[in-house]
């Protein structure tokens, strides 16, 4: 069974730098594409990035290009979220997906999540 560990969330400034987490386990882990989505207040569940399982494809959502950054390390078993220049409405809590299709922005195309982790930036 896979699991999902995503972690990293907390509070910071406006103008600060945040980076997640998402530990997965169980097997075969190498073939998922990875993806991060994140829910507002008050929003529906929104696509924030995605790269491909061998990490050479990377795709973002307008609202976080330039800011955002997502990278995996399979060796570790581990993708991560870089954000910097955070902004208050990035606030949410940010889920870790795993799933078979490459690119894609739905969430329904994800077959694993992880169970979510806030981020909180004051402005």
């Known amino acids: 069974q896979v699991q999902l560990v995503d972690s990293g969330g907390g509070l910071v400034q406006a103008g600060g730098s945040l980076r997640l987490s998402c530990a997965y386990s169980g097997r075969p882990l190498s073939t998922f594409n990875m993806g991060w989505f994140r829910q507002g207040p008050g929003k529906e569940r929104e696509f924030v990035a995605t790269?491909?399982?061998?990490?050479?494809?990377?795709t973002y959502a307008d609202s976080v290009k330039g800011r955002f950054a997502i990278s995996r390390d399979n060796a570790k078993n581990t993708a991560y979220l870089q954000m910097n220049s955070l902004k208050p409405e990035d606030t949410a809590v940010y889920y870790c997906?795993?799933?078979?299709?490459?690119?894609?922005?739905?969430?329904?195309?994800?077959?694993?999540w992880g169970q979510g982790t806030q981020v909180t930036i004051s402005s």
């Open positions: 790269i491909s399982s061998g990490g050479n494809g990377v």
């Open positions: 997906a795993a799933g078979l299709f490459f690119g894609t922005k739905r969430a329904e195309d994800y077959r694993y």
